[in-house]
């Protein structure tokens, strides 16, 4: 008795050189150059965007929805794979992606909307904010002197905050909030897609109430960071990275099942 | 087994065989990558560069930086490796050293680049990120800031060489 080789297991095989790729370039070759495996934020915003395709690979069941030539175009576009660049790997999933959102099935959309945003978290989140990074920055930084200046004598001279005792910070990419709200906006859509295929009202406030903490949470940071070198070391490299990772992520979970629970069936 | 089966089949057992084959060229290349060591500006201490450049100090603030003194001048020169996309640091160095009797000058991927304004970073970084789609990108995201005195006259290729040099030993 021969197995029956369904649509969906195609799209296992593919989600699996995706989760190949990306995993590799997190874990083993930035994980490994920065001394930590597993860089929390960026690695749950990920993991949960490929479970999330996962997830959505299997709702196709056994349905028949690719043709001859879609199955061909998917297999080539799998050979991309073989080749150990990320870049390479980018390109792929984004002529899929392409190729799912013109299609009408939501299985398939969605399929096509995860794959877009694991390949803008890759590159196209950092590019953008790179450009704008002029702008975001200095407004991040009128954002914090702003909030300190209930706290003492604080100024900004550019890009610096001064701090009464003379503790100067200034903030960089890497310590932005804007660097982390792409990966909000991952985990954001991976709930969703998770729980459902379309996009309801409520998931459009959800995310701007999950940017809006994950730059709350950031600028209270970078506000601590300024008050002494000592607080510096610790919110910028010790115990209070960990803090604020865990803070932010349990926001953002708490803020989806919120705007879930507001979607449930209210029994009379 | 129809045509559209035999289709799945075939697609299926190639992205399966793309999933391995990944695997191993990802080892090997793994492999192949010259294991580098954390941080290590600290190596380029008392280092003798090309023409008889010394670092002779090597610096935290306002960023990772190194000292340089060189025969040609009197004055040290200051180098200090950057990433491609920051802009308050190089903001920070900018009103730390700007002055009249400081020259600047960037050195990106072995070229100096005068005047080289952020987005003229962001838009050589992404040509060089696509101009090698298949394979890395050596420092592509990374250059380095020099200043110097004003009044030295500093062969540039000396100064592209020290660059290399600097950024080869920084994160």
């Keep these: ?268 | 087994m129809t045509a559209i089966e035999l289709t799945r089949a075939f697609a299926l057992a190639a992205l399966i065989a793309a999933a391995l084959a990944g695997s191993l060229t990802r080892w090997e290349s793994l492999k192949a990558k010259p294991s580098r060591s954390p941080s290590s500006l600290d190596a380029l201490l008392g280092l003798q560069l090309q023409d008889g450049a010394v670092v002779d100090q090597v610096l935290t603030q306002p960023t990772d930086g190194v000292r340089l003194q060189f025969a040609e001048c009197r004055d040290p020169a200051f180098l200090f490796p950057l990433q491609i996309e920051w802009v308050s640091t190089a903001e920070t160095l900018t009103r730390a050293f700007a002055s009249p009797d400081h020259k600047m000058i960037d050195v990106y991927r072995g070229k100096i680049q005068r005047d080289w304004r952020h987005l003229d970073r962001i838009s050589d970084y992404v040509k060089a990120a696509a101009g090698s789609m298949g394979g890395a990108t050596p420092d592509a995201d990374r250059y380095v800031r020099v200043y110097f005195a004003a009044d030295c006259q500093v062969d540039e290729r000396l100064l592209v060489d020290w660059a290399s040099r600097v950024l080869a030993h920084s994160l």
Excluded at chain 1, 200 to 221: E, H, P, Q
């Design chain 1, 1 to 268: 008795m021969g197995v029956n080789v369904r649509d969906r297991h195609v799209m296992y095989a593919f989600a699996g050189c995706i989760a190949l790729a990306t995993l590799w370039r997190r874990i083993v070759l930035e994980g490994l150059a920065s001394g930590q495996i597993v860089r929390s934020p960026f690695c749950a915003g990920e993991a949960l965007a490929l479970f999330a395709l996962f997830v959505v690979i299997t709702r196709m069941k056994n349905d028949a929805l690719f043709t001859r030539i879609e199955l061909f175009i998917i297999a080539a576009l799998g050979a991309a794979f073989v080749l150990p660049s990320m870049k390479v790997a980018c390109v792929a999933m984004t002529a899929t992606a392409l190729m799912f959102l013109t299609r009408s099935d939501a299985r398939l959309t969605s399929i096509g909307q995860l794959l877009l945003a694991l390949m803008s978290f890759q590159y196209f989140a950092r590019l953008i904010f790179a450009l704008i990074a002029p702008y975001a920055l200095w407004l991040e930084t009128i954002a914090v002197t702003t909030l300190l200046s209930g706290l003492g004598d604080f100024s900004r001279d550019g890009f610096d905050i001064v701090g009464p005792n003379g503790h100067t910070i200034y903030i960089e990419l890497p310590c932005s909030a804007f660097h982390n709200i792409s990966v909000a906006v991952i985990i954001w859509l991976g709930l969703i897609k998770i729980e459902r295929l379309h996009f309801v009202r409520s998931d459009w406030w959800a995310l701007a109430a999950m940017i809006g903490v994950t730059i709350l949470v950031n600028t209270i940071r970078i506000s601590l960071m300024a008050q002494s070198l000592t607080m510096h070391q610790y919110w910028h490299n010790g115990a209070g990275v960990t803090i604020v990772t865990v803070v932010m992520l349990v926001s953002v979970l708490a803020i989806s099942l919120l705007s879930r629970a507001g979607l449930a069936p209210k029994l009379a």
